[in-house]
């Protein structure tokens, strides 16, 4: 028996008929008695090309682009524009230094990721980042 279902739900009579399909996997280890399960419904996750794209675009603003006198790797350049996507706060460190509490990109909305690339994008126009064609997304 599999361990996970994942299903996409994109027009109303699909949606029912891949809930009935769950129920119906859902029901037969229910009725097992051993396990416990958990359902999920929310908006669909950022998707690859998205991810693709996210990188490569950190990886021209790091190479492009100096912050405050220094150069910042692409990790580091999510972490920025992702805390200032969602406004997130910055606390004191445990041992010194500061932590900004940020959301992780792998958990975005599609539609989050387009903000945050839309972000990029204005910040990239105003320090005159050159983004690379989608063929060097790879």
Same mark, same amino acid.
């Given at each position: ?10 027009? $109303?009579?699909? @949606?029912?008929?891949?809930? !009935?399909?769950? /129920?119906?996997?859902? %029901? ?11 359902l999920e419904i ?13 990188? $490569?675009?950190? @990886?021209?603003?790091?190479? !492009?682009?100096? /912050?405050?006198?220094? %150069?910042?790797?692409s ?30 990109t792998s ?6 990721m387009c ?15 050159r ?8």
């Amino acid at each position: 028996m599999a361990e996970r279902i994942t299903m996409s739900l994109y027009n $109303a009579q699909q @949606a029912h008929q891949a809930i !009935q399909t769950a /129920w119906q996997h859902a %029901k037969g280890w229910l009725m097992a008695g051993d396990q416990r399960l958990t359902l999920e419904i929310r908006p669909e996750k950022r998707s690859d090309a998205q991810n693709r794209r996210l990188w $490569a675009m950190l @990886a021209d603003i790091s190479a !492009q682009v100096d /912050w405050y006198g220094q %150069k910042l790797t692409s990790e580091e350049w999510k972490d920025v524009f992702s805390a200032s996507l969602k406004r997130t706060k910055v606390v004191p460190g445990l041992d010194g230094g500061f932590v900004v509490c940020g959301q992780s990109t792998s958990k975005m909305t599609k539609a989050e990721m387009c903000e945050l690339q839309e972000l990029m994008e204005a910040f990239g126009a105003e320090k005159g980042v050159r983004f690379r064609a989608p063929e060097g997304w790879e």
